[in-house]
């Protein structure tokens, strides 16, 4: 007898091939997510940890500013405390990433009225302060509690509003441009433009105004700022532009005017 030790044969003498199973099909892109963390919203929320860092900044008030270099993960850290205030119905959350032209243009208007950091720091502590209160008031507005019409500075609130119609229809940070072009004409000496600010802006009064009412209201503005390095210089007039702005918010907070800023 011969054995045939030639592979298997069809009946046109073709050899058999094993069949395969088909290999698993992957999903297209990148398996590891998107190369930016806050563009990939589905694998943050499998990812993010809760660290310390988080945890201070949604349960308690003791921090305002994040700082690290690009890729640390600032913006995740904005995007879940943001999630976070968000969850509370006694906050009003604000959340904002400055444009970098408005950075930018905001920046040269300064320059042009005010020669060095301490002036340009004085200037954009009550643009920032100003530009916040309003948007308070702004977002009470949109808001329309049921009690607002019963504050006891209500009218006051009213009246301001009126008066700078203008000025809340703008819904970003390109309003202190818009309050420095306002009130802090070029011709003015720099040292008195701060002042000129409060007052043609009514800035303390508005504070008080506002502060009330949120109380009265049992309510609680959080303000976050993301991206606050673009349109950033190693300059005295940017670094002075957000030095203004850490002052005007640790000024809300040691007056206890219910504007938390982050």
């Known amino acids: 007898t011969q054995v045939d030790h030639r592979p298997d044969r069809g009946v046109l003498g073709e050899a058999r091939r094993p069949k395969m199973s088909a290999a698993p099909r992957l999903p297209a892109g990148n398996i590891l997510g998107a190369g930016r963390a806050e563009a990939d919203s589905a694998m943050l929320d499998r990812a993010f940890i809760e660290t310390a860092d988080y945890r201070a900044l949604t349960q308690t008030q003791d921090f305002n500013f994040v700082v690290g270099r690009r890729g640390t993960g600032k ?11 968000n969850s509370n119905p006694a906050n009003i959350v604000i959340s904002d990433t400055p444009q970098e032209h408005h950075t930018i243009e905001l920046q040269r208007l300064l320059s042009e ?14 643009l920032w302060k100003t530009h916040l209160l309003i948007e308070t008031m702004r977002r009470l507005q949109i808001q329309g509690h049921y009690k607002l019409s019963k504050a006891s500075d209500y009218g006051y609130l009213m009246s301001y509003a009126r008066e700078h119609k203008d000025l809340l229809r703008i819904e970003d940070t390109s309003r202190c441009r818009a309050i420095l072009e306002r009130a802090g004409h070029i011709s003015i000496t720099p040292d008195l433009i701060p002042g000129r600010i409060a007052s043609v802006m009514d800035t303390e009064k508005l504070q008080k105004a506002l502060h ?6 049992a309510l609680q503005l959080v303000v976050l700022y993301d991206g606050l390095d673009e349109g950033w210089i190693p300059s005295e007039v940017a670094t002075a532009v957000l030095g203004g702005l850490a002052i005007a918010a640790a000024d809300l907070k040691d007056s206890h005017s ?5």
């Open 258 to 262: 219910g504007i938390h800023g982050i």
């Open 113 to 126: 009225r005010a020669g060095d950091y301490r002036q340009v720091r004085a200037i954009s502590r009550l």
């Open 75 to 85: 913006t995740v850290l904005f995007q879940k405390a943001r999630i976070f205030h």
């Open 212 to 217: 009330t009412t949120l109380e009265y209201l």
